[in-house]
T-cell receptor, first 111, second 115 residues
Framework: KQEVTQIPAALSVPEGENLVLNCSFT??????LQWFRQDPGKGLTSLLL?????REQTSGRLNASLDKSSGRSTLYIAASQPGDSATYLC??????????FGPGTRLSVLP | NAGVTQTPKFQVLKTGQSMTLQCAQD?????MYWYRQDPGMGLRLIYY???????DKGEVPNGYNVSRLNKREFSLRLESAAPSQTSVYFC??????????????FGSGTRLTVV
């Protein structure tokens, strides 16, 4: 079974800083990896989906990369804003059937 | 643009009571999923349905049953609720399973408390 870990568990940064969130997975033969954002008490919002043939995806200030051989993905957030404060979850494909989620990184961006 | 709709949003049950959580999607997706989210445990898969007429167990299926009523609807039933089933339940859908280059769309969740 795929297992997913995320480092750090929590992160607090001043507004404007660039930051990197890390995700590691055990089975490198994944098809896809998806990054989500979750605000307190809310559902999950999809940020980026990296398909098997891609090495990275970009959306606005967000850039996610995927290195299947090392079992790692990173989410880069440029010029962070207080509105970016949320929990960020990565989800890795589990043998082509469903996604397994990491525990998340709780991000606080201070004004 | 409704996406994935879950009902109810909140529910309190007494131990031993039964209930059904409803999930419906309007995106013509083939695959649907039920996860539970607990503090310190993250999201764990309960059941999923690859396509209409099929269901499979996930990581934590005990105490739950599911029905894929049609392509749009996927319900989760607790036959005899236990305090350990207190959780936030999320439904998700996708055009295909995770190996088919499609990601998930999530509903807003159901907060269930069993007392």
């Amino acid at each position: 079974k795929q297992e997913v870990t995320q480092i750090p568990a929590a992160l607090s940064v001043p507004e404007g800083e660039n930051l990197v969130l890390n995700c590691s997975f055990t089975d490198s033969a994944i098809y896809n990896l998806q990054w989500f954002r979750q605000d307190p008490g809310k559902g999950l919002t999809s940020l980026l989906l990296i398909q098997s043939s891609q090495r990275e995806q970009t959306s606005g200030r967000l850039n996610a990369s995927l290195d299947k051989s090392s079992g790692r993905s990173t989410l880069y957030i440029a010029a962070s804003q207080p509105g970016d404060s949320a929990t960020y979850l990565c989800a890795a494909d589990n043998y082509g059937q469903n996604f397994v989620f990491g525990p998340g990184t709780r991000l606080s961006v201070l004004p | 643009n409704a996406g994935v709709t879950q009902t109810p949003k909140f529910q309190v049950l007494k131990t031993g009571q039964s209930m059904t959580l409803q999930c419906a999607q309007d995106m013509n997706h083939n695959s649907m999923y039920w996860y539970r989210q607990d503090p310190g445990m993250g999201l764990r898969l309960i059941y999923y349905s690859a396509s209409e007429g099929t269901t499979d167990k996930g990581e934590v299926p005990n105490g739950y049953n599911v029905s894929r009523l049609n392509k749009r609807e996927f319900s989760l039933r607790l036959e005899s609720a236990a305090p350990s089933q207190t959780s936030v339940y999320f439904c998700a859908s996708s055009e295909g399973l995770s190996g088919t280059n499609y990601g998930y769309t999530f509903g807003s969740g159901t907060r269930l408390t069993v007392v």
